[in-house]
């Protein structure tokens, strides 16, 4: 069946530094890519998304791009900051038709000042 | 525009007793879905609604677990008959339309259950 598996945390980094998340997918069809990001008490957000292969997705100075030959979708961001602690989920979907989405575990990060 | 609504944000039940999670969507959109987040890991599928029906509810637990979303007010999870390993965060999500590639999510109820 389709799955998502990232790297476990936690990640701890000092501000400024080169952050890489990894993300690998297993899926029967062609699916999108999303990277997610859920901040102590809250929902989760939608960080960044692609939907085909090659796309790369960015937002907030974070990026992925959606690699077909490795099946991958590594998140990453030239420098950190506190304000990035968080978790970061990555997730994917099938197809269009509004159907579940289906996420990674998750992995925490904490940015030391 | 107010996101998606949840509440409460914070539910406590004793065992055996039944709880009851409320789920406003974004304004126009039609489409719900409920996660579960058990501690330390990521969110798990439990059901998809329209308004009115149940499209998917394979992720939902066989029994005490029911789903709605009707014509008029929120989507609700009813979850009967409480038991410890029903604690978790209870996040819904919706989307505008069949097509929409996002979800946007409401901000969960934690339910803890002593």
């Known amino acids: 069946g389709d799955s998502v598996t990232q790297m476990e945390g936690p990640v701890t980094l000092s501000e400024e530094a080169f952050l890489t998340i990894n993300c690998t997918y297993t899926?029967?069809?062609?699916?999108?890519l999303f990277w997610y990001v859920q901040y102590p008490g809250e929902g989760l957000q939608l960080l960044l998304k692609?939907?085909?292969?090659?796309d790369k997705g960015s937002n907030k100075g974070f990026e992925a791009t959606y690699r077909k030959e490795t099946t991958s979708f590594h998140l990453e961001k030239g420098s950190v900051q506190v304000s990035d602690s968080a978790v970061y989920f990555c997730?994917?979907?099938?197809?269009?038709?509004?159907?579940?989405?289906?996420f990674g575990a998750g992995t925490r990060l904490f940015v030391k000042a | 525009n107010a996101g998606v609504m949840q509440n409460p944000r914070h539910l406590v039940r004793r065992r055996g007793q039944e709880a009851r999670l409320r789920c406003s969507p974004m304004?126009?959109?039609?489409?719900v879905y409920w996660y579960r987040q058990l501690p330390e890991e990521g969110l798990k599928f439990m059901v998809y609604?329209?308004?009115?029906?149940?499209?998917?509810e394979s992720g939902m637990p066989k029994e005490r677990f029911s789903a709605e979303f009707p014509k008029e007010g929120p989507s609700i999870l009813r979850i009967q008959q409480v038991v410890r390993g029903d604690s978790a965060a209870y996040f819904c999500?919706?989307?505008?339309?069949?097509?929409?590639?996002?979800?946007?999510f409401g901000p969960g109820t934690r339910l803890t259950v002593t």
């Open positions: 999500a919706s989307s505008p339309d069949v097509l929409s590639e996002e979800q946007y």
């Open positions: 899926a029967t069809g062609y699916p999108s």
């Open positions: 692609a939907t085909k292969a090659d």
């Open positions: 997730a994917l979907k099938v197809g269009t038709g509004g159907f579940k989405t289906i």
């Open positions: 304004k126009g959109h039609s489409h």
């Open positions: 609604l329209q308004k009115e029906n149940i499209i998917d």
